[in-house]
């Protein structure tokens, strides 16, 4: 059963680069049936999509996080991996990664628990 | 890009009760609609792609409709289960969610 685990740090300061990955087990990433992505959530708010990746890296960014935003993929670690610059504390959110259902957008069937990032000095 | 806007963002129901929650786009997007439920403390759970398929494992009381512009979340007998918040999400052009509904016990 594929299952999906994020990581990174918990606290991170402004202005400072979140980063975060995500571990899928149970399954490759290499399928060519499915796009990665990355949702958050503030504390008390909705869903915000920030980007999908294929694991060959073509990637798709949220237009309103675009100029912050990276996602990466490593297919050998079964791994993808989100950055994001020049947070603030707006970025304060759960993080989840999710499995993409690509038509034509993605919706996602799969989600990992979520990782809370605090950003703060 | 395009917004989604569900309503009511929160109401009360009893249990049995059947309730409808809509959703709302800013243009069209065909079928290209999913609906998420989310409990406190974890992850959204899809229940419903392409505006009206069940998700495999989704119990029947769920259902949706609707295409174009205008869509319908509906649970047909309320179990103490479904209580949550509930979020639609447009895929038609990359992913935008709506703002939730939340649904509690009356």
């Known amino acids: 059963q594929l299952q999906l685990q994020e990581s990174g740090p918990g606290l991170v300061k402004p202005s400072e680069t979140l980063s975060l990955t995500c571990t899928v087990s149970?399954?490759?990433?290499?399928?060519?049936?499915?796009?990665w992505g990355w949702i958050r959530q503030p504390p008390g708010k909705g869903l915000e999509w920030i980007g999908s990746i294929y694991y060959s890296g073509s990637t798709y960014y949220n237009p309103s996080l675009k100029s912050r935003v990276t996602i990466s993929v490593d297919t050998s670690k079964n791994q993808f991996s989100l950055k994001l610059s020049s947070v603030t504390a707006a970025d304060t959110a759960v993080y989840y990664c999710?499995?993409?259902?690509?038509?034509?957008?993605?919706?996602?069937?799969?989600w990992g628990r979520g990782t809370l990032v605090t950003v703060s000095s | 890009a395009i917004r989604m806007t569900q309503s009511p963002s929160s109401f009360s129901a009893s249990t049995g009760d059947r309730v409808t929650i809509t959703c709302r786009a800013s243009?069209?997007?065909?079928?290209?609609l999913a609906w998420y439920q989310q409990k406190p403390g974890k992850a959204p759970k899809l229940l419903i792609y392409?505006?009206?398929t069940l998700q495999s494992g989704v119990p029947s009381r769920f259902s949706g409709s609707g295409s174009g512009t205008d869509f319908t979340l509906t649970i047909s007998c309320l179990q103490s289960e479904d209580f949550a918040t509930y979020y639609c999400?447009?895929?038609?052009?990359?992913?935008?969610f709506g703002q939730g509904t939340r649904l509690e016990i009356k």
């Open positions: 243009q069209g997007i065909s079928s290209y």
């Open positions: 149970g399954g490759s990433i290499s399928s060519s049936s499915y796009y």
């Open positions: 999400q447009q895929y038609y052009s990359y992913s935008t």
């Open positions: 392409a505006a009206s």
């Open positions: 999710a499995r993409g259902v690509t038509a034509p957008g993605w919706y996602f069937d799969l």
